[in-house]
């Protein structure tokens, strides 16, 4: 299959034309159930109209856009009619506070937000307090306090306005985003991101898996995050693929069974509730023959894994028992509605091998990538027909990968940014003179270039007797040991042991509580509730049982209380904010180590 035509541009305003005119008559955007549907043809005539319109605002090239919508369709038509005017939109986390808010509009001076009514209050706040936000669009409902609406907003386009003009003076070096990191350790960086890096990375990508024209995605992560952008907003630029809005997360396994994917890709933490939602339900099923092939399918898949990945030809009579056992796996697939799955992935943080490997025992090709903003997402990735479990990948087509003396990941390609807006001593941090960025990321490369990510360089845990561990290594094994654990995170740094903050899973506690007859189901009632606490004693026993005594986690708290992402805890994209929750919760951690 050739690469797309689109692909071949200089940036993404000539490759969206191009894919939409190749695939005018096509589903381009649509919501649940066809509620709201538009065909490429329909989506360029509301970019168009959105372009003029933010033309009549003001806004031109080298202009910054702001957007905190829900994926809907109208992010699609706000984005990339900013990005036609050779402006930079960049999203705003639906989390976000006013003050978050009020930063990333002094940072990035937009005088233009697009938000929805859910959020309006929140900016409108931060309006008040900024002094360069002029003009609040609201996508739906009834505007206040000086707010348009997107109607009026594309009413205010001038007749003479020249279109096609002005996305042709567009330039592969002009910023299509800024991609505000999710502030991990302190204020935001804006990760600054051109026509050429993302297109850069999009043909890599295609490099390795050919972009599909046809078939569903899922719009459901946060746009804030260069994944999401990727996967379900350039990505479709580049190819035609239709894209299903998900407005809210908690809701995309039931629309799994709608669109059923080509490809989907999902944080390890998603891919760890799909695993024990499934096999919960594996265990309830109430025909027992069928619970029994549904075992033994799922047993000679792992069997195949486990071959493979070994690098061992399959024996001649488990190729013919998995021919067999692929009927029930190919059922079990079409009922989470993975059954046109072409390409799964998983990335943003390390997924517990016995995920992995799960998922590859149905036929579920998931695999491992890496990447940063800061690299537009790209950098390494599994193929799909050399998939090593465990690792990341090689260097994808056009990408050099090399290791620091101390163990530190450098990445160069065309998809590593110019730099962060407004900061040149952290861009002098990031980027060498030879262009190598420095990621932060510690690694160790195999003997066949794939790459493993042992964790982040500031986060590894080095206890009082000097050796080095990664602490996600350590949450990853507990995890997987139990799906009532919903959060880990493992201290010890300049400590003697380690000992660990543990949260339940919102999901998959009040289902433990049923079957074990436990009626009240708050968190700060099961936090206490001697079932719970032994059982998830028992999954710390086991996931130390993968870990090195040095590693194991000796003491734990469970937590009355559930991290959600935004919050104190955990950035929306959910990674652990460890210097937070240190300072949230020194009691307990000093507590586990009073004695």
């Not at 649940?32 to 043809?41: G, I, N, V």
């Not at 936090?527 to 059982?535: D, M, Q, V």
Request: net charge negative; aromatic share 6%; with cysteine.
């Amino acid at each position: 299959m050739e690469r797309p035509q689109a692909l071949n541009s200089a940036t993404l305003a000539e490759a969206f034309q191009v894919t939409a005119a190749e695939h005018a008559a096509q589903t381009a955007l649509r919501t649940k159930e066809d509620e709201l549907s538009f065909t490429w043809a329909e989506y360029a005539e509301r970019v168009q109209a959105a372009a003029a319109g933010l033309a009549g605002l003001g806004v031109g090239r080298g202009d910054t856009v702001g957007i905190m919508l829900t994926n809907r369709p109208e992010f699609h038509f706000v984005d990339t009619a900013a990005m036609h005017l050779g402006a930079t939109p960049f999203s705003v986390y639906n989390t976000s506070t006013a003050e978050q808010i009020e930063y990333l509009v002094a940072d990035a001076a937009n005088t233009v937000l697009v938000t929805e009514p859910a959020f309006l209050d929140t900016v409108l706040a931060a309006r008040e307090a900024t002094a360069t936000l002029e003009h609040v669009v609201v996508v739906d409902g009834e505007p206040r306090d000086g707010a348009i609406t997107l109607g009026e907003l594309e009413a205010r386009g001038e007749p003479d306005f020249d279109f096609e003009a002005t996305w042709r003076a567009v330039q592969p070096d002009d910023l299509a985003t800024v991609i505000y990191t999710s502030g991990t350790t302190g204020p935001p960086k804006g990760v600054q991101l051109s026509h050429g890096n993302i297109l850069s990375a999009f043909r890599s990508f295609d490099d390795i898996f050919r972009l599909p024209s046809e078939g569903g995605l899922i719009s459901w992560l946060p746009m804030a995050h260069i994944a999401e952008r990727n996967a379900t907003h350039y990505g479709p630029i580049g190819s035609g693929v239709a894209t299903t809005c998900c407005p809210d997360p908690r809701h995309v396994v039931a629309y799994l069974a709608e669109v059923r994917p080509i490809w989907f890709f999902a944080v390890p933490r998603v891919w760890e509730k799909l695993k024990a939602a499934m096999e919960i339900g594996i265990g309830a099923e109430a025909d027992a023959n069928r619970r029994q092939a549904i075992e033994w399918a799922l047993g000679v898949g792992q069997r195949m894994v486990a071959a493979e990945q070994a690098g061992e030809e399959p024996p001649a009579e488990l190729v013919a028992e998995h021919a067999k056992a692929e009927e029930v796996l190919a059922a079990l697939r079409e009922r989470i509605g993975f059954d046109q799955l072409q390409w799964a992935h998983v990335g943003a943080a390390p997924c517990p091998q016995e995920t992995i490997e799960f998922f590859h025992a149905i036929g579920v090709p998931l695999a491992e990538l890496w990447g940063l903003s800061e690299s537009t997402g790209a950098g390494t990735c599994n193929p799909p027909d050399r998939i090593k479990i465990g690792t990341v990948g090689p260097a994808a087509p056009g990408a050099e990968l090399k290791l620091a003396e101390d163990g530190e990941v450098l990445l160069r390609s065309g998809a590593v940014m110019p730099g962060y807006r407004n900061a040149p001593e952290k861009t002098a941090e990031a980027l060498d003179d030879e262009g190598w960025l420095h990621t932060g990321d510690v690694g160790e490369l195999d003997e066949d270039g794939y790459l493993r990510i042992v964790d982040r360089k500031k986060e590894l845990i080095i206890n009082s007797a000097g050796k080095n561990m990664s602490p996600a290594n350590i949450e990853s094994k507990l995890k997987a040991a139990s799906p009532l654990i919903g959060q880990v995170c493992a201290i010890g740094d300049d400590r003697p042991y380690n000992v660990a903050l543990v949260t339940l899973d919102a999901d998959f506690a009040p289902v433990f509580a049923q079957q074990h007859g436990i009626e009240d189901t708050s968190s700060e009632s099961l936090a206490t509730t001697p079932a719970i606490l032994a059982e998830v004693e028992a999954a710390i026993e086991r996931g130390n049982a993968g870990l090195a005594r040095v590693e194991q986690v000796k003491k734990f708290e469970l937590l009355p209380t559930d991290w959600q992402p935004g919050g104190d805890e955990l950035t929306p994209t959910m990674k652990l904010k460890r210097r937070p929750i240190a300072h949230k919760y020194e009691a307990e951690i000093e507590a586990l180590y009073a004695e």
